[in-house]
């Protein structure tokens, strides 16, 4: 197993036990070479085989608080936003006390073509909905509170989030938040584990993350996956049944 902790690997199981005892095993040699551990757990799985470690899932998911700049782009990509789209956006953004404002304040808008910012303010409804200020928020921890917050093996339970546009945007901004304080921080080190890669194989985030030489990444993937997994150049990993 030890061959396998180096740099990215790919899981292929469609047996949850089976890919929680991997993992465990996995994690145990991570922890000995001196990684910290991010468990991002998209179906809520892990929990119940691997319960000593920290848990952070429904009410007690970290708030986050990314910065303009990085929020226009998590969305521009997530919502495939056009150009007239991003500029309102860009516009919008800078003006409004907390990103749950975002729909109105894209409505509000005199100067803004009224066809189009309808449009925007629609997806900013679906994805801000009821709850959102909870995990995203102008009030939330930065990326160097959470890579000082994430020590040892933390498992992040996605799965009480129901709004599936909000939950990867979430997802996608926990990484972004990571690889910006791991690139920051280069004495330290980070195995990531990310469930459910359908989820996250479109993200450039991806690509960047497996170019950061002390963030190891381990695709955890049931076998249907592989297909998908394979058509992705940029992933070049070691691959374990």
């Known amino acids: 197993m030890k061959t396998c902790i180096p740099k990215n690997i790919t899981i292929f199981s469609n047996e949850e036990s089976e890919k929680a005892y991997i993992i465990s095993l996995l994690l145990k040699d991570a922890l000995e070479k001196g990684f910290n551990v991010v468990i991002l757990d998209w179906d809520g799985i892990y929990r119940k085989y691997l319960p000593n470690f920290n848990y952070y899932g429904g009410n007690s998911l970290p708030s986050l608080s990314p910065s303009n700049v990085d929020i226009i782009e998590l969305i521009t990509d997530l919502l495939v936003l056009s150009d007239p789209q991003r500029y309102y956006l860009e516009r919008v953004i800078e003006q409004i006390n907390d990103f749950k404002d975002l729909p109105e304040h894209i409505l509000d808008s005199l100067q803004f073509n009224i066809g189009t910012a ?124």
């Open 118 to 241: 309808t449009v925007l303010a629609r997806k900013m409804r679906d994805l801000f909905s009821e709850g959102s200020e909870k995990l995203i928020s102008k009030t939330g921890i930065s990326y160097k509170e959470l890579g000082e917050k994430l020590r040892g093996i933390s498992i992040i339970d996605l799965s009480a989030i129901e709004n599936a546009r909000l939950k990867k945007l979430y997802a996608m901004m926990i990484l972004n938040f990571l690889v910006k304080y791991y690139v920051e921080n280069k004495g330290e080190k980070l195995y990531l584990l990310l469930d459910g890669p359908e989820k996250y194989l479109r993200s450039t985030l991806i690509d960047r993350t497996m170019q950061e030489n002390n963030i190891n990444l381990c695709i955890i993937a049931n076998e249907h996956e592989l297909k998908n997994i394979i058509k992705t150049p940029a992933l070049h990993f070691n691959v374990l049944y």
